[in-house]
């Protein structure tokens, strides 16, 4: 197939795991037979200091045309004045809203080979694939919100209409139906209208999903049930602050943020893929940084914007095989023990591809 995917590596160690998505979605097209165009576009820091945008307008139009687009990493101590004008973040949640995502996919694999890093007991860590779907455009982060003058009172409000929580839910469902079939949606129903229209409206489409084992948990037990047995999860759905809270508690399941994948999507095919980590200054250009978070994206921009089941699987298990082979990044080796490079991560997952 043919498809245009448009780069945008961004700062500090954005550029660095791009490169290594980059490698291997060239290893997934040669191996395939696809041709994908791949664009890189100025955003975030970068595109401050060259444009005076973090999200220029050539940049939001590539993204606009293009099938999918693979974001690395913005930001940086030398664009962190909260009081600036221009923050590289305002491209990101620009870039959101203008390709219309409002579904949050985070996935946590944790891989058996690196069960041990992980501070829970390995026997409750094995089996263990969570995929969080998290609502992003809606909730208290985009409720009407006010700080009064003296600064004695402010408010933030959560606020969910059924149709938004309706098509997030869908989303989680559809997940669950190509995994093992379970959806655990997380509220606050006891206590919260909003949340009790959240259940209501996730109960009625679940209706359509007879083959979705559907669940729902108050999100104070669920946090500590997460962590006493989280092999028992399969899709995890919530609203944009539970959904924000959770997954990252989830993410020290994986042993390392640099591991960690996500996706972002709205009503048609088009999606943002990126690693969940930042831009890591303390590390940029050393060229340590772990890629396989942005290589696992790859794996879900094939799958859900290209429609590569087959070839998002190949990319899952050439990581896990070098995994078990014992490739380490700096941020997965044992103290003591030598570690590999960003490049050689990515050129031992493509090697891996290209064998496969
Ligand atoms: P961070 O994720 O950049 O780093 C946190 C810690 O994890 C650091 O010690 C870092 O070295 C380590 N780490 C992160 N990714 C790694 C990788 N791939 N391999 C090895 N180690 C890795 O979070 P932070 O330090 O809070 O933020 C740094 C900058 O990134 C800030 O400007 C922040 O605003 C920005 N940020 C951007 C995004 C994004 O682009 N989506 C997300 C989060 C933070």
New binding site residues.
């Given amino acids: 197939m043919q498809a245009n995917i448009v780069l945008l590596p ?1 700062d ?2 954005g550029p660095e ?1 791009t490169a290594e998505a980059a490698r291997v979605l060239n290893a997934v097209a040669d191996l395939g037979g696809h041709e994908f165009q791949l664009e890189s576009h100025p955003m975030g820091g970068n595109a401050i200091d060259d444009f005076r945008n973090p999200l220029p307008p050539a940049t939001l139009a590539a993204c606009k045309a293009a099938d999918a687009v693979f974001l690395g ?4 101590p030398k664009w ?1 004045d909260p009081t600036a004008e221009l923050r590289p ?1 305002q491209g ?1 949640l620009d870039l959101r809203a203008e390709l219309g995502l409002f579904a949050n996919l985070r996935p946590v694999p944790v891989f058996d080979s690196l069960v041990e890093l992980a501070p829970l007991k390995p026997e409750l860590l094995r089996g263990v694939d969570l995929l969080f779907v998290r609502e992003l455009t809606g909730g208290i982060y985009f409720g009407p919100r006010q700080e009064q003058g003296d600064g004695d009172v402010a408010y933030d409000t959560l606020v969910y209409s059924t149709a938004e929580v309706e098509r997030v839910a869908r989303v989680a469902l559809r997940a669950a139906r190509g995994r093992r079939g379970k959806l655990a949606s997380v509220d606050k129903a006891n206590v919260l209208a909003s949340m009790r229209l959240w259940r209501r409206a996730v109960t009625e489409v679940a209706s359509a999903y007879a083959d979705v084992e559907v669940s729902h948990h108050l999100v104070d037990a669920f946090a500590m049930q997460l962590m006493r047995s989280p092999a028992e999860y399969d899709v995890i759905l919530a609203g944009n602050m539970f959904g924000d809270i959770l997954s990252d508690e989830a993410a020290i399941l994986a042993g ?3 591991m960690l994948p996500s996706a972002s999507l709205g009503s048609g095919r088009q999606g943002l893929y ?2 969940v ?7 940029a250009g050393r060229g340590i ?2 890629p396989i ?1 942005a290589i696992l994206s790859t794996a879900m921009l094939l799958r859900h914007s290209l429609h590569l089941e087959a070839e998002a699987g190949q990319v899952e298990a050439a990581v896990a095989a070098v995994l078990a082979d014992g490739l380490r ?1 700096a ?1 997965l080796a044992p103290p003591g023990q030598p570690a590999v490079s960003t490049k050689e991560t990515g050129r031992a997952v493509a090697a891996r591809l290209a064998g496969a």
Avoid: M
């Avoid at 990493?73 to 940086?76: D, I, K, L, Q």
């Avoid at 980590?277 to 590390?283: C, L, N, T, V």
């Fill in positions: 961004g500090g160690i795991v990493a913005v930001g940086g962190s973040e990101l390392s943020l640099g990126e690693p980590h930042g831009s890591a200054p303390d590390i940084a772990n978070g990044t941020d």
